[in-house]
T-cell receptor, first 116, second 113 residues
Framework: EAQVTQNPRYLITVTGKKLTVTCSQN?????MSWYRQDPGLGLRQIYY???????DKGDVPEGYKVSRKEKRNFPLILESPSPNQTSLYFC???????????????FGPGTRLTVL | DQQVKQNSPSLSVQEGRISILNCDYT??????FLWYKKYPAEGPTFLIS?????DKNEDGRFTVFLNKSAKHLSLHIVPSQPGDSAVYFC????????????FGTGTRLQVTL
């Protein structure tokens, strides 16, 4: 079954304690992204990756890091989380090829993060 | 600056009737538009899309209309069913940015019996 998985699904942490949210896809997609969803703001892209070792900033990258060492995995790293990073996070992947119209993005189930 | 706007946070429609969800955009470079549906505790799932070279795309009960001059698109669901109750997000992108979607704020649709 084609899917995007995220772990953990729920996380409560404290300010400044480094954390990593993992994301994995089994569709051999080149493109992967991270989004955060906040009330009244919809989904906003944090970072995206076009392939292994190729990443770039989205609309709201401050306070986040990513890495893409393998095609299937795209972890989101919060080196020093702050309360304003409390949000619902989604990982997504797509088979869209560069220069063509966007292909369907498949989303993971979400990670609800609370930073106290 | 919100480049994709969904001005109605919620919509209630009776089962069997038509649901019309609206979306406006400001960036004229957008050339591909999508609708996603989201249930609670799940990620968004793709529903239907439309390229800017078309003005209508239909898939079963779902039809998306695009008015480029007005920078407006709409999603029609006919007939509406209780299982359609969800949050609907409009999203847009442009050629060469396959991994980047700009989303609207979402409209919560409630289909009542």
């Amino acid at each position: 079954e084609a899917q995007v998985t995220q772990n953990p699904r729920y996380l409560i942490t404290v300010t400044g304690k480094k954390l990593t949210v993992t994301c994995s896809q089994n569709m051999n997609h080149e493109y992967m992204s991270w989004y955060r969803q906040d009330p009244g703001l919809g989904l906003r892209q944090i970072y995206y990756s076009m392939n292994v070792e190729v990443t770039d900033k989205g609309d709201v990258p401050e306070g986040y890091k990513v890495s893409r060492k393998e095609k299937r995995n795209f972890p989101l790293i919060l080196e020093s989380p702050s309360p304003n990073q409390t949000s619902l996070y989604f990982c997504a992947s797509t088979s869209g090829t560069s220069g063509s119209e966007t292909d369907t993005q498949y989303f993971g189930p979400g990670t609800r993060l609370t930073v106290l | 600056d919100q480049q994709v706007k969904q001005n109605s946070p919620s919509l209630s429609v009776q089962e069997g009737r038509i649901s019309i969800l609206n979306c406006d955009y400001t960036n004229s470079m957008f050339d591909y538009f999508l609708w996603y549906k989201k249930y609670p505790a799940e990620g968004p799932t793709f529903l239907i899309s439309i390229s800017s070279i078309k003005d209508k795309n239909e898939d079963g009960r779902f039809t998306v209309f695009l008015n480029k001059s007005a920078k407006h698109l709409s999603l029609h669901i006919v007939p509406s069913q209780p299982g359609d109750s969800a949050v609907y997000f409009c999203a847009a992108s442009y050629t060469g940015t396959a991994s980047k979607l700009t989303f609207g704020t979402g409209t919560r649709l409630q289909v009542t019996l």
